[in-house]
């Protein structure tokens, strides 16, 4: 069975940093590429940053230069380092492996709120 769990989240000024992790069993990050997804309310969900198996990353434009995400495969936790946080990143953060065994996945999100 393979489940996502996101922890990090929290309240934060404007220009603070914060740090998601999402701890995955039952699917291995070194051979699958896995994302970050955000979801203001009112909005569509938005990948926001993906990994893939040889770590190769990408990012919106939003968050390049402030967001950084990566993984450890031996402890097979993903991370999204966000720093310089603006009131716009508010949002449920969701890590999402699109593709094991044929079926997508997601964790439970995060949420992650940025006052000016």
């Known amino acids: 069975q393979v489940r996502l769990v996101e922890s990090g989240g929290g309240s934060v000024q404007a220009g603070e940093s914060l740090r998601l992790s999402c701890k995955v069993s039952g699917a291995l990050l070194r051979i699958n590429s896995m994302g970050w997804y955000r979801q203001a309310p009112g909005n569509r969900r938005e990948l926001v940053a993906k990994i893939t198996s040889a770590g190769d990353t990408n990012y919106i434009d939003a968050v390049k230069g402030r967001f950084t995400i990566s993984k450890d495969n031996i402890k097979n936790v993903a991370y999204l380092q966000m720093n310089g946080l603006k009131p716009e990143d508010t949002a449920v953060y969701y890590c999402?492996?699109?593709?094991?065994?044929?079926?997508?996945?997601w964790g439970q999100g995060t949420q992650v709120t940025v006052s000016s």
């Open positions: 999402n492996i699109p593709n094991w065994r044929g079926a997508n996945f």
